[in-house]
């Protein structure tokens, strides 16, 4: 069953506040779900490149069916963001290639429509039915805009300008800093046998959280070595993945990020998994992927989180997978070595 009109408007008009930024040159892809009581709800989206699009329609496809071929699939809306089209439609080729590609994988409600940005009073039309058209409303007043600004999330203007939270400080600085934090990650090695120094380490790491939902990112080089060894270690890093809610991640997040920009691989790397973590639970799948952009595809957690991501399996869905293991490691590190009774 198709959308109405009026629908479509309000899902095009969704998608910034869904994407936490405001897609160019894209295709975006997006499930309606039937829910057990008959109603409808949003479900997986993707968003490709349309110069991807143009070279592998099949791949693309094949894409959205691992997020959805297990989910009560109602209908699907492409919305193709950019490009003119005002004599037009453009990429028509391009698009029914992915409409033939998609009904291959059982997916045949699908309506993909056109509009030139994603702004209040740009006109959509479908490319199915060129008479089918509809005007956007305001992208800000939409219910996933006031889902995202509860939720903490900011919208940007592009996902470049996301993409660009991931740059480094100066590489000289790096490099010097880079001896110090290998040698701290063997402190903190040694310190995972001991209980009291693992407190303390521990201690640390919680107190700069703290300090980074307030703002405050660490500046001393000392404590950003120390934090970098900390985060970058798996016992503690895992430790200190359980957190109370999304403005915990989110400082969280900003305080590894900003230990990722000061540290080198391989440290930087295992550092921009803890911000995919991060980012993922606190429902940001696209700061996440851009994080998983600079990670060791090899690590186990990256990879296990690619795959997560790749399923759009919700974060609700294995929240307490975390939880738990970042319990029983937080306890693990914690506990009074057992004393042999005579």
């Not at 490709?48 to 693309?60: F, K, Q, R």
């Not at 209040?120 to 199915?128: K, L, Q, T």
């Not at 790491?205 to 307030?214: E, L, S, V, Y």
């Not at 790749?310 to 869905?317: E, F």
Request: overall charge negative.
């Amino acid at each position: 069953m198709p959308l109405t009109p009026a629908d479509t408007s309000v899902v095009v008009a969704s998608i910034p506040a869904l994407l936490c930024f405001m897609p160019e040159d894209s295709l975006v892809l997006i499930a309606t779900l039937t829910k057990d009581t008959g109603s409808a709800s949003s479900g997986p989206l993707a968003r490709i490149d349309l110069a991807h699009l143009a070279h592998d329609p099949e791949g693309c496809a094949q894409h959205f069916n691992r997020q959805c071929a297990d989910l009560p699939v109602l209908c699907m809306t492409g919305v193709v963001v950019g490009t003119d089209g005002v004599d037009s439609l453009p990429l028509r080729a391009d698009i029914e290639a992915i409409i033939t590609a998609l009904a291959d994988h059982g997916f045949t409600d699908v309506d993909i429509v056109h509009v030139p940005d994603i702004a209040e009073g740009a006109r959509w039309r479908s490319y199915r039915n060129t008479n089918r058209t509809g005007v956007l409303p305001d992208p800000a007043a939409t219910a996933a805009a006031a889902a995202a600004v509860t939720a903490g999330h900011s919208i940007a203007d592009s996902r470049a300008t996301l993409a660009a939270r991931f740059t480094p400080v100066p590489e000289p600085l790096r490099a010097r800093l880079h001896p110090r934090i290998a040698h701290a990650t063997e402190s903190a090695a040694i310190d995972e046998s001991w209980h009291l120094a693992a407190h303390v380490r521990l201690d640390r790491a919680d107190a700069a959280i703290r300090a980074a939902g307030h703002g405050q990112l660490p500046t001393d080089e000392a404590d950003i070595i120390d934090l970098a060894a900390t985060f970058a270690m798996p016992a503690f890093r895992d430790a200190l993945l359980a957190l109370p809610d999304h403005a915990a991640r989110l400082a969280a997040e900003n305080l590894v990020l900003h230990l990722w920009r000061h540290s080198c691989d391989p440290i930087a790397g295992q550092l921009a998994t803890v911000v995919a973590v991060y980012s993922y639970l606190r429902g940001d799948g696209t700061v996440a992927r851009i994080a998983l952009e600079h990670t060791d595809p090899e690590q186990p957690l990256a990879s296990l989180l690619s795959t997560v991501l790749a399923h759009a399996i919700a974060p609700s869905k294995v929240h307490h997978v975390f939880q738990n293991a970042s319990d029983d490691a937080r306890r693990t590190l914690l506990s009074e070595p057992a004393t042999d009774q005579a």
